[in-house]
Nanobody
Framework: QVQLVESGGGLVQPGGSLRLSCAASGSILRINAMGWYRQAPGKGRELVADITAGGSTNYADSVKGRFTISRDNAKNTVDLQMNSLKPEDTAVYYC???????????????WGKGTLVTVSS
């Protein structure tokens, strides 16, 4: 059984910063890509950023230069540092990870339950 648990969401004023964290636990052989998606009210889920096991990163155009994704392979965690937040960043943020588990050795995508980020004055 694999679980992803996010933390760090909350209310922040425009221009402020938040740091989201996500920890994977359970029976894990290897974690490949990890990432963050978000879903704003009335909209579909969209990629925010992702990172490979080797540290290569990819960002949505809307967050480039403001958000930074990082991971700790020893701790099975992925973080998202969000700076210069805007009201349009308001959304539920979901962590995901492509995880290989025993005994099948299949690579499957797992999701956290989400954490709400609200950017408002």
């Amino acid at each position: 059984q694999v679980q992803l648990v996010e933390s760090g969401g909350g209310l922040v004023q425009p221009g402020g910063s938040l740091r989201l964290s996500c920890a994977a636990s359970g029976s894990i052989l290897r974690i490949n890509a990890m990432g963050w998606y978000r879903q704003a009210p009335g909209k579909g889920r969209e990629l925010v950023a992702d990172i490979t096991a080797g540290g290569s990163t990819n960002y949505a155009d809307s967050v480039k230069g403001r958000f930074t994704i990082s991971r700790d392979n020893a701790k099975n965690t992925v973080d998202l540092q969000m700076n210069s937040l805007k009201p349009e960043d308001t959304a539920v943020y979901y962590c995901n990870a492509d995880i290989v588990t025993p005994p099948t050795n299949f690579d499957m995508r797992y999701w956290g339950k989400g954490t709400l980020v609200t950017v408002s004055s």
